[in-house]
Structure formats: structure tokens, C-alpha cells
């Protein structure tokens, strides 16, 4: 078949390498409004062609979104009136948004909304890598409003990848995702602005930084052209969590404050228990 | 030489296979009050044996404190006191109460304070690996306070292992090592209390978790016996930068509750200053 990618950066780059290794796509042609990483899909070889957008659609059998979500829900609709035969989907990290406004769509049972778990820090075409998703998640949401054959090619491709595949509806997925993504990245970048903050007294510290550091700090290196739309579209869970991590934070604090250590025992023996998911 | 280990964790026991592979120890005594703990040393090879304390000291060039930083600011006047010749150096991530207890020693220019700035989330001999301190820094503290020899032996040591030496005093020490690595501990265990507090209503998030979070949230594995004296030695600097990151946090839901996208997207932006930092 022959695959238009629309976005051509981490996801979109990702995509397209692991769709030429798996062999399931005679062409893949890239729809790319950045004129440097339309070039650079092209040199890398992520891409055959680059085309604009109605010709990408018209030549294609699959169509992938793979652009910041609040591109992706705007450009939803006018890609669905285009679409016969077609299957859309969407690499999204929330589902939602662009599920309701798919849901206004005639066409809409040709949409299949999923979000692949795997991501990076980097963002661009040079970020894409082979065997990206290998291992991981992917969410299929409300399954149900896509087309069987539709529902199965990308079940097919998802699998093909080497993904573990999860259904839910688009509402619980952006619950979920809020939980196990979404409050790292956050977490991550205020941590960051807080070490940073410090800088400004302790220029030295960061000769110091080890692994750790750099594990629990990393996302913050993330693209807020990407991270705000996100968190834009998943606004209320994005708050519940952070305020019950904000909340945490306080025992915490309190435990340092009261020179309470038994207490402070406890709530690492608990976040220990963290062992039964994480390998 | 031979060395001593008091203590064949992570840590120790890292230290000991890497004393070994560079072929500086012509013997490694473990000394290790947990009898699992010693048994699996003598097991893995980390240690030729096991032996008390005192005869430890007696038969041994150099003494590697690998214990709790509250064991090991306790044992330091008593093990200084059956030194002769030796070197004592300890591995703590607190390096201001050893010191100050330490100073207190006739024998403290015997004393090397030192901080490998490095460790993983897992703890006991089966944790420790080769190739840790590989790139990494090492602290020494207050070197002033310890006899020229001592010292140099130490830099040697730990130059062997790959390690690039920094010099503070133990006061700032512990103030850098709050921003590079205790909140990051502190974050990463509040986290995952946020995750396991909101899987009572969500059992089924967890087959989504992925690299990003996995990232954020492997430090809460980390074993509270060595955190809890951390945290409890740094309490005012762990405090300072706490507070800070509470404040962060608060930036991003202020952003979020006022949807404020413009200054969450300069919140990101600023946070992505990190890159200067890790690569």
C-alpha cells in the first residue's frame, strides 16, 4: 500500500522507517509544511516523496497524523471529505478532542484514533528511529465508530510494529494518559526550571549530574510546540493529577519540616511498591 | 593493596569490582552485618572475604565506608580510632555531618571525604555492577583536612576508576547535591505516589507506562534504609530546593487553571534550557 505521512518529525520519521523495515508500504509520501524538515524527511530516506496535502491523500491507501494535536484536530475534518476508500488515523497523545470533532465528520468511520506510547525527548525528522515502538503500547479508542477493515489494517500495522495493542474509550484514554505521561513531563519541567532557577546562585553544579538527574530530568529537553497543545486538549486531568502531585510533595515536605523520618520511611516504602509495575 | 569494604551494596560492591578490574586491590575484605548480604558478596566474587570489623581495619591499606550516611557518621570516630597508617574514605551522598564528626578525630587527616556520583535505583551486593563510576564525578571534600597522601591515593583511585574529580567544601557539597540529586529522588517517589494513590480508581493504566515515565519514576524503586539518613543529613538544603519545585509546579497549574497557554509555552522553553546542561 502506499502511505501518506502528515508530520514528518519523531512520530511521523519513527513511523515511516518501521513501516519501510516491516515492508508494508510500496510508498511513503511525506506532507510536510517545514521546509527544512521536508528536506531532511527526504535525505534521511524516511520519506519518497514529498507532496502536497490532497495530492498525498488521493495517491494513498493509509494516512497518518502525525503533527502536534491541535493541528491534528483542526485538519481532521477537511482530511476525512477527502477520503473514500482511505483509512486516517492519528498518532495523537490525547484522544478526545480529535474524536469529537471526527464524530461531526460523514466520513468519520474511516478514522481510527490511536495512540502509540513511545516518544522521546527530540522532535524533527533527524529524532526518528528504527524500532521505535517495539515492545510498547498502543491505544486504539472507540473502536467502534471506525470501520471493521479499517480498525483492522492498522490493528495489522500496530502489530507488525511489534506493539502491544489496548482498547479503551477516547474519555479513559486521556484519563490514562494523563496518569502515566503527561505529569512526568510536567514534573519533568519543573524540575528542571527549578535546578536552573538555582543556577543563577550555583554556577557549579553541573559538573555533578549523574544519572539520575538526567533520568528524571530529560523530558524537560521536550518540545513545547508539541507538550502545550497536549496539555491544552487534556486541561482537566492534567490539573486532577498534578494536584494530587503537588499534594504528595507536601508530605513530603511536611515530614522534612516536622523531622518526622518514620513517616518519611513510609512514604518511600510505599512508593517502593511502584516495583510491582516498573521492572 | 588491601582494602576494606564496610558495606557491599550497590556501592561497595560496585567499588570492589572496580578496584578489582583495575587491579588495584590485591585483597578485598568485605565487612557486612547483614549475613544474606555476605554470603551473596562471597557468592558473586565482589569480596576474597569476610571479616569483623577490627580485623578488617588491621589487615587492610585502605577502608571504603559503603554504609547508610547515618551508619557511616556514626562508625567514623571508632574506626579512625584503630587507624594507623591506613586511608578511611566513605562514599556518602551527605558529606557535612561525616565531616563535622570526623573533625572531631585525632586521626582525621587519615580521613578522605568523598561522593562517587553515582548509583541506580537497586540496592545489595546482586546491584552492584561493572563499569559504575565510568565518566562520572567524584566529590572530594575538605581535602585540606586529610594528610597529602591519603588524598592522593584516594584521586588515584578514583581516577583508575574513570571518575572526574571535583573539589568543594562539604557545606557546598551538600548544598549541589540537594539541586542534582536528592529532589530528584524526592520527585520521583511523589510521583509514584501519585500513580499508585490513583490506581485505586484506575487499575488498568498500567499497561500503558512507557519510556517517559519509566524515566521519571525509577528513582522511587531506591531503597528508603539509604535515603531516609540522606534526607534526613540535608534536611535544610533538600527543604530549600523542595519548596522551589513546589513553587514550579505551581506555575504550570496557575498556567493550566488560568489557561494561560502563552506562559506555559515560556515555562517549557525556559525548562528546555536543560539541553546547555545534559545532553
Known sequence: MNVAII??????????IALKEKKLAAKIIGVENN????????????VDEINELDEAISKSDLIILAVPVSDAEKMII???EKVDKQVVI???STKNAICETANKSENRKRFVATHPMWGTEFSGPKAAVSGAFVGNAVVICDKENSDKDAVELVEKMYRDFGMNLLYMDSISHDVHAAYVSHISHITSFA????VLEKEKEEGT???MASGGFESTVRLAKSNPDMWVPIF?????NVL???????SQLRKFKSCLEKENYQYLTELIQNSNKIKRILK
Open 7 to 16: 508530520g514528518t518529525g519523531l512520530i511521523g520519521g519513527s513511523m515511516a
Open 35 to 46: 521546509k527544512l524538515h521536508a528536506e531532511e524527511a527526504i535525505k534521511l530516506g524516511l
Open 78 to 80: 477537511s482530511i476525512l
Open 90 to 92: 492519528d498518532a495523537g
Open 191 to 194: 524540575l528542571a526550571n527549578t
Open 205 to 207: 553544579i553541573f559538573g
Open 232 to 236: 491544552q486538549q487534556n486541561r482537566e
Open 240 to 246: 486532577d493529577v498534578l494536584n494530587e502531585h503537588i
